[in-house]
């Protein structure tokens, strides 16, 4: 490996991921990243697995894809292992898909049928729903060494950077938007009650806790109705 010019092609990746205007267009380029860093590596995929579904954020073509779907049909594979976080092993090494694979019988050879010899995948986050993931590929076995991980391991850092601004900036947006309608639904409740703003607030929370739903959702009904909703 030539550590000089990998520092070189590293930094010239992470100035044109700075240029990204969009997650999507990050995560597309790191994904095109690993088939030019990483020895061996001709396809590149990252995922997000939520409760069994995979939905693929970048490709670099229909190796990668046709994998993702194989693993979610089969509802195995090393995506799923990360997912349940067996051993806290946090990166996949499969060396030869065509050996015998006491680990994923079944999506070992699919996997070689498509095309792929061998591949690895990093955990790039995992919560109580959500995993994210970075898998690469080669056509050929025995491709990827130690040093092909460690590269690996680099891009798989920037894209969890990537997703976990994704995520924040998500979870920011919602909650704006629900401290939006909060305030909306007791606007309302005051307007027709002829109540104060703290006892608007009461009355939401209680309709909540009395329903079992969360006041987001109360005060989105609320807002749409133009009251509280009918109890039952």
């Not at 806290?88 to 010899?117: D, K, Y």
């Amino acid at each position: 490996m030539d550590w000089e010019r990998f520092a070189r092609q590293t930094a010239a990746m992470s100035h044109d991921l700075l240029e990204q205007d969009t997650v999507a267009g990050t995560l597309e380029r790191i994904a095109g990243s690993a088939t030019e860093l990483v020895d061996g590596c001709d396809a590149a995929g990252i995922l997000i697995l939520r409760d069994g579904r995979v939905e693929t954020l970048a490709v670099t073509g229909p190796l990668a894809e046709e994998s993702h779907r194989l693993q979610e049909r089969l509802q195995e594979g090393p995506c799923f292992d990360a997912a349940r976080l067996r051993g806290g092993e946090r990166v996949f090494r499969i060396e030869n898909m065509t050996a015998l694979q006491h680990r994923w019988p079944s999506f070992a050879p699919r996997a070689a049928e498509l095309g792929i010899g061998s591949m690895m995948g990093f955990l790039l986050f995992a919560d109580d729903a959500n995993l994210g993931a970075l898998n690469l590929y080669s056509r050929l076995p025995g491709r990827f060494t130690d040093t092909s991980e460690t590269v690996g391991w680099v891009l798989a850092s920037h894209a969890a950077v990537a997703l976990s601004s994704a995520r924040n900036q998500a979870q920011l947006t919602e909650a704006v938007a629900t401290r939006h309608v909060i305030g909306e639904a007791m606007g309302i409740l005051m307007a027709r009650h002829h109540i104060p703003e703290d006892d608007a607030f009461n009355v939401l929370r209680r309709y909540s806790q009395n329903r079992n739903v969360k006041l987001g959702v109360i005060a989105r009904e609320v807002a749409e109705l133009g009251a509280l909703p009918p109890v039952g």
